[in-house]
């Protein structure tokens, strides 16, 4: 037995080459009804307010969904976990350093959920908070116009209260030129604002796709503080570093923090855990939570989806309390619903690898980038992988080097890989 499959560890998955995904063996829970009923809905869709201990099944599903959502960011202050110390720093650097900062980590790292409690907790202390995710086509134009709609002309210099446009309720994008709009003439509009301040949110950063965008939000942000406007620009997105966010900008480094959000400590998904066996009324015992600890590498997307998993199980037995048994199959089918997400090209690697028995080696690589904001040290690449990229080696289709990283390091090319492989391996003997 070797270090994962101590953890875990029964049956080798299955390649199956028609769906192009990878299946293990064991039954699946069945979902009651004759065969010849048509499949429906079961949770209703509106709002749940009553607790799991009073409701019927139905609703109990309803419930633990509502209190699991690892395909949603936290939109609720009650249900965000952990962080405190992030959330601290971030409020010092945007109130007593005046800075603006980039918010970098890994998928599902909970980079918009940090962002939603802050532009919440920036609003109760009177902010204006414009939040925008980014798509991969966003112009500066449109960016602006975005953000100046939001902000009344009220706070303008300019414009004195009572004048005719604050009476009509004007805003700022009132005022903005037609057609295209440079970044001196918005940060010049920005910079007569008072008595209140701005906070931009750019949330999904790395989605955009033009240099051209990325410099001029570098510049805007250069602008703003030459010109000690009362407006901060927040940036989040997956990168290995700031270089890679903010293309080569080195004017605006002293500007801008770069703040790497960390795994979770296992309090914290202890923390993510506690407040879902509130909202349900189901409880983690001791071993299903140090078997989430150790399985989610604290990955907040990876906490929410095997404990997902587990709920529903235990609640498919009719129990309450959730226990290691329902963990281990919560990790072999949160593997599977991932198989569906991931790219045909990646599963193939995958099963080769673990035919030639190096699902292993893999899930070391994977773990090892996992816990390090998806990045790996070109150290930790195999040779026969470094020297081979795109070749025969396992694994050598699967990660690549960082374009234009300066410290020469390795990611995996597909985004949900390497959660995959690590459950892969999670479940493999
Ligand atoms: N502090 C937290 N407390 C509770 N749940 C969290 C927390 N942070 C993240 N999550 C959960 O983890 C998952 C991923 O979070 P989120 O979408 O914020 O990550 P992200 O870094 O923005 O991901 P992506 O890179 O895909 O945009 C979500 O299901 C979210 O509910
Ligand atoms: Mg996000």
Redesign the pocket.
């Known amino acids: 037995m070797n270090w994962l499959s101590k953890l875990i560890g029964r049956g080798e998955p299955e390649y199956d080459a028609g769906a192009g995904t990878m299946v293990f063996g064991g039954a699946e829970p069945r979902i009651a009804g004759s065969s010849s009923d048509l499949p429906s809905f079961r949770n209703p869709a509106g709002r749940i307010t009553r607790r799991f201990a009073r409701a019927g099944a139905q609703d109990a599903r309803a419930l633990i969904r509502d209190a699991f ?6 939109n609720e202050r009650a ?5 405190r110390n992030l959330l601290e720093n971030l409020i010092v650097a945007i109130e007593d350093q005046r800075l603006h900062f980039v918010l970098y ?1 890994d ?7 940090i962002l939603h409690v802050l532009s919440d907790l920036a609003a109760d202390a009177d902010y204006l908070v414009c939040y925008i995710s980014c798509g991969d086509r966003m112009s500066f134009t449109d960016f602006a116009r975005r953000i100046a709609q939001r902000i009344p002309l009220l706070y303008h210099g300019d414009y004195a209260p009572g004048s005719v446009e604050i009476e009509k309720g004007m805003h700022l994008a009132d005022i903005l030129p037609q057609g295209d709009i440079d970044v001196s003439t918005f940060g010049e509009t920005l910079g007569k604002l008072s008595d209140r301040r701005i906070l931009m949110l750019l949330d ?1 950063f790395d989605r955009v796709e033009t240099d051209e965008f990325r410099r001029s939000i570098a510049e805007l942000i250069k602008t703003l503080s030459d010109r000690a406007a009362p407006a901060q620009v927040v940036i989040a997105g ?1 990168a290995p570093d700031l270089a890679e966010l903010i293309a080569q900008i080195p004017s605006i480094r002293r500007n801008v923090l770069g703040v790497l959000v960390p795994n979770m400590s296992d309090e914290e998904v202890g923390e ?1 855990l506690a407040i879902a066996e509130r909202r349900t009324g189901l409880t983690f015992g001791e071993e299903a939570r140090e078997l989430i600890e150790l399985a989610s590498l604290g990955l ?2 990876l906490v ?1 989806l095997v404990a997902q998993h587990a709920a529903l199980l235990a609640t498919d037995r009719g129990e309450m309390a959730i226990g290691k048994g329902d963990v281990r199959e919560a990790i072999r089918k949160s593997r599977t619903e991932l198989s569906g997400r991931i790219a045909a090209r990646t599963l193939h690697a995958i099963a080769r690898a673990s035919q030639g028995d190096q699902l292993i080696e893999l899930g070391k690589l994977a773990h090892a980038a996992l816990r390090a904001g998806g990045v790996l040290a070109e150290e930790m690449v195999p040779l026969a992988v470094r020297e081979a990229a795109g070749g025969k080696p396992v694994g050598a289709e699967l990660l690549e080097p960082i374009e234009g990283d300066p410290l020469g390091r390795w990611h995996f090319v597909d985004d949900g890989a390497s959660i995959y492989i690590w459950l892969s391996a999670l479940c493999a003997e």
């Open positions: 959502t690892p395909s949603q960011p936290v249900m965000f976990a952990g962080r980590g998928r599902g790292i909970g980079k918009t959920s999904e997956v993510m907040p997307y929410g």
